[in-house]
């Protein structure tokens, strides 16, 4: 499978500053694309319409040939988010919104460190690393093949962000899932990735 | 709010509630009472028999003004809820229908808004022939705006949140996005919206009928009691207006104290105050 942009334009209203100007890129199952740039230049941006959560003014976004935004049901491209307060329901308790993604598998669950005993909690009771672990559980249900992680472990310390990356890459390995990773830090996209695509070149 | 001042804050909000239900009961029960006069015992002070004093036609002020109350507190009730729902619908309508049932729904809120409160009530309960279909009426259409306002833009906001649309992406139905997402957050909104819209639904009822465009003289209600004992304030018969007057005011005050603590409860980010 190949998670493909071609020619992707944006601006986030018209007349406004061109966010990406005839961007293309293209990810392979399995394969860890790193993606850098200074703040501003889009990264985000990028994200977005790469996960369907937006469309580009010009240029195609799409899966094996079929755009996108275009797939019902469970998006086979997952998107896990800079800020993860924001993408979970604050009046739902953490089993529910892990629920929502379908069965997640165990294993998924334990090895990002998941707590039994935080099922039961709302999520205004747990802190932003912990609710990052259950936004990236969220987005490893069964019909996941590519993965945009948007700065996720930003909010995180060096050991858990080390955890985490290492469970993402056996995981991406054993199931065969693409991942684009997006990062400031050089040294976390040298040791992950098989590529780097740096977004400076496209402006 | 932790476990025991969750309990504490419930068990007021039953008493408070059960307060004005008894009201209503009372009223009930004290309505032939209420409409009695008898010249013998004219003009009394308040006593152990009449706790609230009696009039210049010698009826009751305790039962005229229980009578009052509940008459206006059932008003209350009938046309908060039914604003409540026009303004669920309307708010929900011009976030969801697209750009011209907005345009429009706006425009018609802002034009409500526009014209002073009073004005208004009384322009539509005159036209509907006054009485309690002219105030029904008249607090009907001029009470649903602002709730109306925060309930569209809860949905706005709903609508662009990450959550909902991130359960977009995991596969969510629209339906059961609506359920999970969307109602749990409108229904405390529209629950406080709408207790607290009583207290004003009773004090422009009483308002409209002091300034005579509301209920009919000879019913029982505040508005009434209190334009009437104005002319009797000055021959020194304080009660006819002080009684009913506190009475009223302890009506909104325990109304509007419901609303908040209602929107305290229900709402999980104050589980820590």
Not at chain 1, 3 to 12: A, H, P, T, V
Not at chain 2, 64 to 75: V, Y
Not at chain 2, 227 to 240: A, D, F, K
């Amino acid at each position: 499978m190949v998670l493909k942009g071609e020619e992707l334009s944006f601006r986030y209203q018209s007349g406004g500053r061109q966010i990406l100007n005839h961007v293309s890129l293209s990810i392979e199952s399995g394969e860890i694309v790193g993606l850098c740039a200074p703040s501003g230049f889009g990264k985000t941006t990028l994200c977005k319409i790469l996960g369907g959560y937006a469309e580009p003014d010009s240029g195609t976004a799409s899966l094996e040939g079929k755009s996108i935004r275009s797939y019902r049901g469970y998006c086979p491209v997952q998107m896990i988010w800079q800020h993860p307060e924001l993408v979970i329901n604050p009046r739902l308790k953490m089993s529910q919104v892990l629920a929502e993604a379908g069965d997640i598998d165990e294993h998924v669950i334990t090895n990002l460190g998941i707590e039994t005993e935080w099922m039961s909690r709302y999520p205004i009771e747990l802190s932003g690393g912990e609710l990052q672990r259950f936004c990236i559980a969220r987005a490893l249900g069964e019909g996941t093949r590519f993965i945009l992680a948007d700065e996720i472990t930003t909010m995180l310390d060096l050991i858990t962000q080390a955890q985490i990356w290492n469970f993402l890459k056996t995981e991406s390995m054993e199931r065969n899932i693409g991942m684009l990773v997006v990062s400031h830090s050089g040294e976390l996209l040298d040791k992950l990735c098989s590529r780097r695509i740096d977004m400076q070149a496209f402006s | 709010m932790n476990l025991h001042r969750r309990k504490h804050a419930f068990l007021l909000l039953i008493l408070a509630a059960t307060f004005l239900f008894l009201i209503i009961i009372i009223g009930f029960l004290c309505k032939d009472a209420a409409m009695e006069t008898d010249f013998v015992r004219k003009n009394q002070s308040p006593s152990f028999r009449y706790p609230f004093g009696t009039d210049w036609m010698g009826r009751d002020m305790f039962a005229r003004t229980a009578a009052g109350l509940s008459m206006s507190i059932r008003l209350g009730l009938f046309t908060a809820t039914i604003s409540a729902v026009i303004a669920f619908m309307l708010g929900s309508i011009a976030a969801v229908m697209g750009k011209a049932a907005d345009a429009f729904i706006g425009w018609l809120i802002d034009l409500m808004l526009g014209i002073p409160h009073i004005l208004l009530l009384i322009l539509i309960s005159f036209a509907c022939g006054k009485g309690v279909r002219g105030v029904v009426i008249g607090v009907l259409c001029t009470h649903w705006m602002s709730l109306a306002r925060v309930i569209r833009g809860e949905v706005l906001q709903l609508k662009q949140s990450g959550y909902v649309q991130a359960a977009a992406k995991l596969g969510t139905s629209k339906g059961k996005i609506i359920t999970i997402h969307m109602l749990p957050h409108l229904i405390p909104q529209f629950m406080t919206g709408l207790i607290l819209l009583f207290p004003h639904a009773i004090l422009h009822e009483a308002g409209i009928t002091f300034l005579g465009f509301g209920l009919p003289p000879e019913q029982p209600a505040i508005g009434v009691i209190l334009s009437e004992s104005i002319r009797y304030l000055l021959t020194g018969s304080w009660w006819l207006a002080v009684f009913p007057g506190v009475s009223l005011v302890l009506v909104v005050i325990l109304f509007d104290y419901i609303g908040s603590m209602t929107r305290r409860l229900l709402d999980p980010a104050s589980v820590h105050e």
